[in-house]
């Protein structure tokens, strides 16, 4: 067993060490602006002039892109994980405040105020949900209001996931219209356009300032029993904000009504067809309308290898360490104790059965967003290999060696440390090791929630449709992987007795 705490004393030191010097934090400092986006260019790019009017101003603040959807961001501003974010008239009547006929600016800023929001005025701009189908189509099958889809059973629709489960989105579209498609499915919004475009589904979701809504030949249908409401884009933010950076009131306050339709789907268009970085766009437009320079230079794609390297080591290794230190002991129990081993495997087998992206979510409200959720579900996801593996590295122990261990006189905890577990060593490396590969793929899903890592450029790449991008996550992740497997085939040497090797 002396040979066996070699990779989990290596492993606790990269712990104690990352502890005392993490990758930046996501939330910063007390008095640094959290500036939260949703997973949609137009929100990034709007998040991104935000965080550079704060940087005009001498406001310390960060962007924390691409966080989820609706739910996510508002229980972040809520619990001050985010401090403002870009947000829809129409999400916060029918969404957030859970369809209370509250549709007037007053009655909402009211309510808002009630759960410690403030809600700033329009930015100009309206993005209203529509639906969408390719203009050939429409052409053919005489469809120009939302009431014609009705004469066309068989269309086939396909929404964003949101639009599937928001009170102003799909159930309550079915029903104002009578809708009677049954082949309806929900997907990433993103993805949906390329589904118009190969003739997968004919009719998707859209947001009026869609950059694709040109550049896929789209027509917008009326929405002829005025169902959808009128989503004017604002600013939500904390009302402590007053108090806590009194000054960044009045750089939020800058935008408003200074960005119309045509402008943002122009910065749009510019983000997803010409593949121009959304900090180029909100600076460029900011220097056009302001007059704001930008002094902060743009990270080289090296840079940003880099940066999303300490996120991704730091979310495994954490998670990884943690995992170590549990599951070992709890493998050992169960193959020490008859009585409680279903229970134990049995545990951590339902773990191992939850959606990752469910596990992520579940761990918002009593985490916040950032790395602490994504560092617990990757812990979570880390025990069943290593219990297990613990269990039948040890209870596979032929019974002559055990005997002899017995009749050596040993006591039972110097017998497992000396002999038993030198004996199942390889078993519990592998376990060990199959956790650190589950882990490296799996920390890309961190990035949805603001944990950063290589997931980070794969969401953006996912959302511009940029292979490139995603490529940029997804090679690191995959050489991480291969590099984990070439790591734990060199402690294996050095720790599983000579006469257990292969």
Known sequence: MRGLAHPAVLVLLCLTVLSVCPPKAASGSGQEVKIGSKVFTESVILGEMIARLCESEGVPSVHLRELGGTRVLWDAL??????VYPEYTGTISEEILEGGGLRSPEEMEKALEARGVRMGRSLGFNDNYALG???GVCASLHIRRISDLVHHPDLVFGFSSEFMDRRDG????????????????GLEHNLAYRGLESGSIQVTDLYTTDAEIGYYGLTVLEDDLHYFPVYEAVLLYRADLLTRVPEVIGVLARLEGRISDADMIEMNRLAKTDKVPETKVASDFLAKRFSVGVRKAAETVLEQIGRHTKEHLFLVLVSLAGAVVIAVPLGIVAAKSPVLAPAILGFVGVIQTIPSLAL????????????PPAMVALFLYSLLPIVRNTYTGLTGIPSPLRESAEALGLP??????????????REILAGIKTSAVINVGTATLGALIGAGGYGQPILTGIRLDNVGMI????????????AVQGLFALVETAVVPRGLKG
């Open 471 to 482: 490529l940029q996550g997804a090679v690191p992740a995959a050489l991480l992987a291969l």
């Open 360 to 371: 992520l979510v579940f761990m918002i409200p009593l985490l916040g967003i950032g790395g």
């Open 412 to 425: 039972a905890f110097p017998r497992l440390r000396l002999v038993e577990l030198p004996l199942a060593s």
């Open 133 to 135: 189908m390719k203009t």
């Open 78 to 83: 809520l619990k001050g994980d985010v401090d």
């Open 170 to 185: 799909w159930q309550g579209l079915r029903d104002r219209y009578h809708l009677p498609q049954k082949k309806v499915s």
